[in-house]
């Protein structure tokens, strides 16, 4: 990992680069939007380094610096380019007052980027976003809401604008599509589905969602993939759950019909008295 002084020392290097490039050739020059795009990019990237070191206040710096770079009053880029760049940022906030457990603060942010990217045609990962949203809703106790973000991310995936079929260089791993080769985007989605089925109380649309995770992850990652064994277990374990909750029921059931036997059982008797 890059140590803070190379990071700060690259990022010095492309600063300066880019405000003699403005000055020199305007910030509507091709090159000159190339290396906003890139000075931008590296902040986030920079920043999820920083955070991984768990130094908040340096990754919170770069990030306010990259958020600064797309508002400023010299325009760089079309209005698509700065908004997904925004979102990016917006998003990678989110997952550093998420991390921090500030979880309203991370809601905020990441209902901003999700704005941003519903306004813009170039957007990656709106799948993602949802997906965040459904895990800080979660954390929050709003399983509702929770379940609403999962179910629109399922929408866009299988209508194919969840993703845009790669990484987006900048996001925090975490919002990548799929994250990379150890986990799969669409079975993430039918995972998180079941947890917040579980959470309404809504056993048995969350053991299906249980077995589709289980079903996507294996065909996607494979069985005996950690991810996959993992999501077989949840739905083992949710499984079992329902089971006992049906077998509750049924007695109870069966309780219940005892109770009104028994007491027209009495009542009789006291009419024949």
Known sequence: MATIDGLTETLSFM??????????????EQETVKQWKKLNTEYNIAAMKYLQMEEF???????NRAKQ?????????????????????????????????LLKTSLGYAEKALKLETQSSKVDNPACTHLNLCAILSCLGRHQHALEHC???????????????GETPGLHPELQQ?????????????????????????????????????EV?????????PVSMAFAERADEAQSKLEEKIKAKAEAARARGKGVAAAATTGSAFQRE
């Not at 991310?153 to 993703?163: K, P, Q, T």
């Open 15 to 28: 600063e300066t680069s880019l405000a003699q490039r403005v000055k020199a050739f305007g910030p509507e």
């Open 57 to 63: 206040d340096l990754a919170l710096e770069l990030l």
């Open 69 to 101: 770079l797309i508002s400023a009053d010299v325009k760089f880029g079309e209005a698509d380019d700065r908004r997904k760049l925004m979102a990016i940022t917006y998003n990678n906030m989110s997952c550093l007052f998420k991390r921090k457990g």
């Open 178 to 214: 799929g994250g990379g080769a150890d986990s799969s985007i669409l079975a993430v989605c039918y995972h998180n589905l079941a947890v917040e089925h579980e959470h309404l109380g809504q056993w048995e649309q969350s053991l299906q969602a249980y077995f589709k995770s289980v």
């Open 151 to 165: 179910q629109c991310a399922l929408d866009l995936i299988r209508s194919g604008n969840g993703a845009g079929g």
């Open 217 to 225: 992850s294996g065909e996607e990652l494979g069985p005996d993939h």
